[in-house]
């Protein structure tokens, strides 16, 4: 009975692991938008790729530290 309860945990895992890939390319993918619709090349681009990396490192942060407490995957810090 414990396996499934353990699949979804992995899942829940996998998951938040795939936000923090999303937090790093949405940025620059908006940055790129931007540029192209605004005419500015690189600058957006150039933001957006600062805030992903910086967004996506802050979450991967928060991701590993919570695992290494061992609390479950889909818990929330209460910062």
Known sequence: ???PIQN???LA???EFTQVGFAM???IG??????RWIGCL????????????VGGL???FRLVSRLDRNEPPNSRDAT
């Open 1 to 3: 009975m414990t396996e």
């Open 8 to 10: 979804r945990r992995n």
């Open 13 to 15: 895992l996998y998951l």
């Open 25 to 27: 390319v949405v940025p």
């Open 30 to 35: 908006l940055g790129y938008v931007l540029d």
């Open 42 to 53: 690189p600058w957006f681009t150039v933001a957006g790729v600062v805030v992903g990396l």
């Open 58 to 60: 802050v979450q991967l």
